[in-house]
């Protein structure tokens, strides 16, 4: 066997043991190699770094993007629930309505009534004169039996509904001062409250001696302050970089999924599948972190057991949005996976895209059907994005591009494939199916 390396240099022989002669360079006896060809390990392992490389920053990125979509849930809740006027009013009304609510609302008002009237002064004067010695126990009765009826009272339509105005009034004045509109409150020491006086005139009818109680009355009775003026600068520095985040966030985290797919070349569809854990996760740590963050809330703001049952309703009811948003993030994230399962190798993948390829093959089917979804998704409104126009746009995209992508696919693997097929396989399937029923019952 005659073996040639050319390098560039002078050759010598030398005879083998078998009696070959092999060519030997002078510069490889001489114990050096001049060579401008490149050697084939390093060339291999260029490749192999970079894939690595890359393989790595898309990893990376997809851990990032789930994070800051973890930290966009908080902010968009935040902006969506306590700071739109819509939003927090409605809300309001939900607290209301939640009977541990309404029953430190009523104690709150009926305490403001006997801390700013003289109650008892005020039945004595109604009690006849033989009477008036009785009018401290009359007052002490009556303060029990009032924080049941005002909190019967505060169930219905005219009260619900002074306390829905109530806030609605305070959430605008806020959302005015912390937008740059707050000259008063800036400027004159002045505060943001919420104004309870309405419900207090109620609370004072039905006392029985609603009239004189009312005209004495301070104006700062039942006047809760939501903010002080100097508070007004740290609160507007925190709902301005609050709607910031708000978007940025969402923005960053789907750029950024998107660009981990990108760069994925040979494995995305198993990089979109870690985009979908990826959401799920979020998700599912706003929750745990919602949980957490509640219990911690209700031990430091319960000063008695008795107020608890309140500010845990009140925390369940304010974060109702967040638990929406988190829950859609979840289900986003499910959805992405069983798409990329639905694009994979696996057999029953497969299967489910044979049955559906004479369908995706045809446009009017494909986008038939996507429509359908679309207008179902519209009127259900399952997710907070669903019902937002501008989200909702970039689902139904994104929905569009899985749909072409998937049609492609299936016309690549199965361009023969017929209705009469997909329709002959479910009949065997249903027939398996009915002989595997009789033969269990049986």
């Known amino acids: 066997m005659v073996c040639a390396l050319v390098l560039g240099g002078r050759l010598h022989t030398k005879t083998t043991r078998a009696g070959a002669i092999e060519v030997v360079p002078t510069e490889l006896l001489n114990g050096r190699v001049e060579s401008s060809a490149p050697e084939p390990a390093a060339a291999e392992a ?112 005219v009260p619900q509904q002074a306390w829905e105005a109530a806030n609605r009034r305070a959430h605008t004045l806020l959302m005015k001062v912390v937008d740059g509109g707050g000259d008063v409150v800036g400027t004159s020491g002045g505060e943001v409250t919420l104004d309870l006086k309405a419900l207090l005139t109620q609370t004072a009818d039905r006392f029985g001696v609603g009239g004189r109680v009312e005209q004495k009355l301070p104006a700062s009775a039942g006047q809760i ?8 600068d740290t609160a507007q520095s925190a709902v301005h970089a609050l709607q910031t985040a708000a978007v940025v966030l969402v923005v960053l985290a789907l750029l950024l999924f998107m660009l981990a797919v990108f760069l994925a070349q040979g494995w995305r569809r198993e990089a979109l599948r870690a985009c979908g854990f990826g959401l799920v996760a979020a998700g599912a740590a706003a929750l745990v972190a919602r949980s957490v963050a509640g219990d911690y809330l209700v031990d430091s703001l319960a000063t008695t057991d008795s107020v ?126 009915r002989r595997q029923i009789s033969r269990d019952s049986s």
Not at 225 to 232: A, E, F, G, N
Not at 424 to 433: E, F, P, V, Y
């Open 225 to 232: 302050v939501i903010l002080k003026s100097d508070q007004l």
């Open 308 to 433: 608890k049952p309140a500010i845990e309703a009140t925390w369940t009811i304010g974060t109702s949005l967040l638990v929406q948003a988190a829950w859609a993030t979840v289900w986003y994230g499910v959805v992405i996976v069983l798409v990329a399962w639905l694009a994979g190798p696996t057999r029953l993948a497969t299967s489910v895209r044979r049955l559906k390829a004479p369908f995706l093959r045809e446009p009017r089917y494909a986008w038939g059907g996507l429509a359908v979804i679309v207008l179902l998704l519209i009127a259900w409104g399952p997710t907070p994005a669903t019902r937002s126009p501008l989200p909702m746009l970039f689902l139904i995209a994104l929905l569009a591009l899985g749909v072409e992508a998937l049609r492609r696919q299936t016309a690549r693997e199965f361009p023969d494939a017929t209705i009469d097929d997909t329709l002959n396989t479910l009949r065997g399937w249903s027939s398996s199916a």
């Open 46 to 157: 260029t490749p192999s770094s970079s894939g690595h490389a890359r393989r790595g920053l898309t990893i990376a990125l997809i851990f990032v993007a789930s994070l800051l979509s973890f930290l966009a849930l908080p902010a968009v809740w935040l902006d969506r629930q306590a700071l739109n006027t819509d939003n927090w009013t409605e809300t309001s009304s939900e607290l209301l309505e939640n009977e541990a609510i309404r029953t430190q609302i009523a104690n709150y008002l009926v305490e403001q009534i006997y801390a700013n009237v003289d109650v008892q002064g005020e039945l004595a004067k109604v009690l006849p004169p033989r009477a008036a010695p009785l009018a401290g126990f009359a007052a002490g009765g009556l303060q029990q039996v009032a924080d049941t009826g005002v909190k019967d009272l505060l169930g219905r339509p």
